[in-house]
Structure formats: C-alpha cells, structure tokens
C-alpha cells in the first residue's frame, strides 16, 4: 500500500480522505483502491513528507478521462442559440 497525495490548486500537496467508500468512487471511480485509516493516522503518514494539509471529501476535481474505447461525441456543426433578455 502508498498514501496517494494530491496537487492542490496553487501547486502544493495535500492527503485526501473520503468519509465513505461511496464517496470515494464517485470522484475516483470504482477501481481506486483503499484502506480505512483514521484521521490522526493519515497525518503521521504525510507529515513526515511534509504535508500537513488534508482535504476531506473533495468534490471539485477535474472528470476522469474518459477510456480509450469509449467514442466521444462529435463536435456541433450547426451554430448554437442564446437566449436574451
């Protein structure tokens, strides 16, 4: 096992935790693997790596990319509308 850390927006690192397995897949998919750990737990692994920050169920992260085998959609040839007011 590794305690996986994560960028934060301005470039540092920080340790994430999830309060539940289902809030864990729903932003790093169904194949993540994990352990549970306790709070305190989590800080004395990172903190010798010099992370001291932790974000607890993070929700603003960038889509997962989509698989090889999945087709995306074709770009829209035909000008979209707005609306005014």
Wanted: charged share 20%.
């Amino acid at each position: 096992m590794a305690t996986r850390l994560f960028r934060t927006p301005v470039g540092g690192r920080t340790a994430v935790a999830f309060t539940a397995p289902a809030r864990l897949r729903a932003v790093l998919g169904a194949d993540q693997p994990w352990i549970p750990l306790s709070e305190p737990a989590l800080r004395a692994l990172t903190e010798p790596l010099g992370v001291r920050e932790l974000r607890i169920d993070p929700v603003l992260t960038a889509p997962r990319p989509a698989p090889a085998s999945v087709a995306l959609p074709e770009p829209l040839t035909r000008p979209l509308t707005a609306l005014a007011s």
